[in-house]
Nanobody
Framework: QVQLVESGGGLVQAGGSLRLSCAAS????????MGWFRQTPGKEREFVAA????????YYADSVKGRFTISRDNAKNTVYLQMNSLKPEDTAVYYC???????????????????WGQGTQVTVSS
């Protein structure tokens, strides 16, 4: 069982930066792949970024590639999402997710994750 708590959301102007954090409970954090997803009202939750259990592999949605960076610190049971050059269309509730993933095709999939945080709001003003 893993419990996830996101933090770091807020209001920022377009072009600005934010760093989201996701703190995980449990001693098995280092064995889980981690993902970030986002959702706006009326739309499906969408993939943003993911990282393998070791941190050796990362995956990004095309819409954030080159602007967002996912990283993890297994000693701190924490995964991060550094978001730079933010755009108004990045406004959403951001969720972190965790699970053991064995196929690369599962990294960007909602169904690849059983454990989810409660979300943190990111608002980018124009």
């Amino acid at each position: 069982q893993v419990q996830l708590v996101e933090s770091g959301g807020g209001l920022v102007q377009a072009g600005g930066s934010l760093r989201l954090s996701c703190a995980a409970s449990g001693r098995t954090f280092s064995s889980y792949a981690m993902g970030w997803f986002r959702q706006t009202p009326g739309k499906e939750r969408e993939f943003v970024a993911a990282i393998s259990w070791s941190g050796g592999r990362t995956y990004y949605a095309d819409s954030v590639k080159g602007r967002f960076t996912i990283s993890r610190d297994n000693a701190k049971n924490t995964v991060y999402l550094q978001m730079n050059s933010l755009k108004p269309e990045d406004t959403a509730v951001y969720y972190c997710a965790a699970d053991r993933i064995y196929y690369y095709s599962d990294y960007p999939s909602l169904s690849g994750y059983d454990y989810w945080g409660q979300g943190t709001q990111v608002t980018v003003s124009s």
